[in-house]
Structures are given as structure tokens and as C-alpha cells.
T-cell receptor, first 115, second 113 residues
Framework: NAGVTQTPKFRVLKTGQSMTLLCAQD?????MYWYRQDPGMGLRLIHYSVGEGTTAKGEVPDGYNVSRLKKQNFLLGLESAAPSQTSVYFC??????????????FGPGTRLLVL | AQSVTQLDSQVPVFEEAPVELRCNYSSSVSVYLFWYVQYPNQGLQLLLK??????LVKGINGFEAEFNKSQTSFHLRKPSVHISDTAEYFC???????????FGQGTTLQVKP
């Protein structure tokens, strides 16, 4: 069981470039999430998915897009990167909703630097 | 809007001393609460969670937390910390049954020898 994996681990982009972050989970979880972590701000939810083929906006969705074509994968895209998107990105998954007490399982993170 | 407030951004403490990390939540409805820990250069992992029942919740690595509805608090405690407890700790609450979690700003616990 690999749990939640993220690719890549680290990336440097120039302003205006695009990239896709890949998250994969092997726990057959329905729910998946993308967060960003910035100093002093905790984790903020970007987008999430409650099942294959569904996505929804979180707290800070602007500048990002997501897709969940397969249950085990959740992709986060940056179409035109900006320096404000420099952050550490975490993917998480859960069997069901945290509103029902479910635990979220996190990946190791992707560090993104936008120059 | 619901919010989670962690009252201390950094808590320095000597090894084997007790520690309390403070968390206040805002929800007035049925409450679930979580504490997650993030060790350096790693993702978050669950430390403990309150669902219902006993207000004292025990977690991994000797940590425990007490749910206090009247004070809307969920403070995390450990009677004797180790160097290996050095990490960032996050309190979190789900805003209803939406699938989301709201995280506090995080508290960095620095355990000194």
C-alpha cells in the first residue's frame, strides 16, 4: 500500500508556464482534495472531489483547474503560473466526508517555486 | 463562516516538560474535531480526532486532547515531550457535511534538549 503519492516532488516554473500535479491513491477512497500550505496560513483547500468525474471549488480555487477522470487519480493544473502560486501543495484522500468524522490521508507534498 | 483558531504560532519547550497547544473552534452545531501533525518535510498525519462520547480523546505518541463545548476549545496536551515531537500541529474542523476540512494556522512545537 503506497497510500497517497504525489508527482513531482519539486518543480521550478517561470511565470506564465503551465504544469500539472498528479495525485494518486490506492485506498479506493471516494474523496480527494488539493490543498496549498503557506507559512502562517495553515492549509487552504483549492479544489476537491467527492467521486470519480466530480470536482468542486474550495477556498482558493482561482488560477487552478482539476480533473478526476479515474477514481484513483486527482490532477491539479496551473494554466499560467504566477509567483503567488509558489507554495507547497498537498493532496489528500478519504473514504468519506470529514463531516462524518472520516480521516484524511495526505501525500508527501509538492514544492513549487514560480519565478 | 466557520473558523479554527490556534492561539500560539510557536511553542518552545524543553524535553520531558509538559505541553499544551491551544485550539478554539467556531461551530455551534454538532462538532467533529481533528488534530493533525506534520513532521519536517512530510505530509500531515492524523494525531487524534473527537467524534462523540468522552470529551478526553487519546491519540498516538502519548498525545491527548479535551473537547470543551462551553469554551469551544479542543486543546492538545502531552505530559512529557520528546525531541521527536518537534513538528507542526494543526487543528481542523469540518464545516458541516461538505467533505471539506477547515484548518487552523498551525502551531510549531520546538522541543529543546
Amino acid at each position: 500500500n503506497a497510500g497517497v503519492t504525489q508527482t513531482p516532488k519539486f518543480r521550478v516554473l517561470k511565470t506564465g508556464q503551465s504544469m500539472t500535479l498528479l495525485c494518486a491513491q490506492d485506498m479506493n477512497h471516494e474523496y480527494m482534495y488539493w490543498y496549498r500550505q503557506d507559512p502562517g496560513m495553515g492549509l487552504r483547500l483549492i479544489h476537491y472531489s467527492v467521486g470519480e468525474g466530480t470536482t468542486a471549488k474550495g477556498e482558493v480555487p482561482d488560477g487552478y483547474n482539476v480533473s478526476r477522470l479515474k477514481k484513483q487519480n486527482f490532477l491539479l493544473g496551473l494554466e499560467s503560473a504566477a509567483p503567488s502560486q509558489t507554495s507547497v501543495y498537498f493532496c489528500a484522500s478519504s473514504y468519506s466526508t470529514a463531516g462524518g468524522g472520516e480521516t484524511q490521508y495526505f501525500g508527501p507534498g509538492t514544492r513549487l517555486l514560480v519565478l | 463562516a466557520q473558523s479554527v483558531t490556534q492561539l500560539d504560532s510557536q511553542v518552545p519547550v524543553f524535553e520531558e516538560a509538559p505541553v499544551e497547544l491551544r485550539c478554539n473552534y467556531s461551530s455551534s452545531v454538532s462538532v467533529y474535531l481533528f488534530w493533525y501533525v506534520q513532521y519536517p518535510n512530510q505530509g500531515l498525519q492524523l494525531l487524534l480526532k473527537y467524534l462523540s462520547g468522552s470529551t478526553l480523546v487519546k491519540g498516538i505518541n502519548g498525545f491527548e486532547a479535551e473537547f470543551n463545548k462551553s469554551q469551544t476549545s479542543f486543546h492538545l496536551r502531552k505530559p512529557s515531550v520528546h525531541i521527536s515531537d518537534t513538528a507542526e500541529y494543526f487543528c481542523a474542523e469540518p464545516p458541516g457535511n461538505t467533505g471539506k476540512l477547515i484548518f487552523g494556522q498551525g502551531t510549531t512545537l520546538q522541543v529543546k534538549p
